[in-house]
């Protein structure tokens, strides 16, 4: 019954003003529908948030994330075994042009983030 606050693990989605970053937020409101979710810990950040790779039944959220063109997969944090799907799932997403893939100046989020 208690809330926790999460972040995904070795990803990253559009800010909240950036373009598709909406878009973003409905992916995963439908993905995260399910009652039961596993949450595998991975660290936690400066902000005191569990950041994670998420299961919803046969499904990592993280990875389905990417490959709906949803998110980024993030350089500087996800560096394991993994990540190498992960990084195949974003390229097959770019080049089907899906969801923030469809825009023609795509900036990464911690790239947006560092202009502001």
Known sequence: GSELSIRLWGIDAP???QPYAQASKNTLKRLLSEKYLQIVPKDIDKYGRIVAVVHVR????NSALVASGS???HDYYCKEPI?????ELEEKARNDK?????????IEPWVWKMKK
């Open 15 to 17: 800010e909240f003003d």
């Open 58 to 61: 046969n499904m990592v959220v």
């Open 71 to 73: 998110a980024w997969v």
């Open 83 to 87: 990540c190498v799907g992960w990084y």
């Open 98 to 106: 899906s969801g923030l893939w469809r825009g023609n100046n795509v």
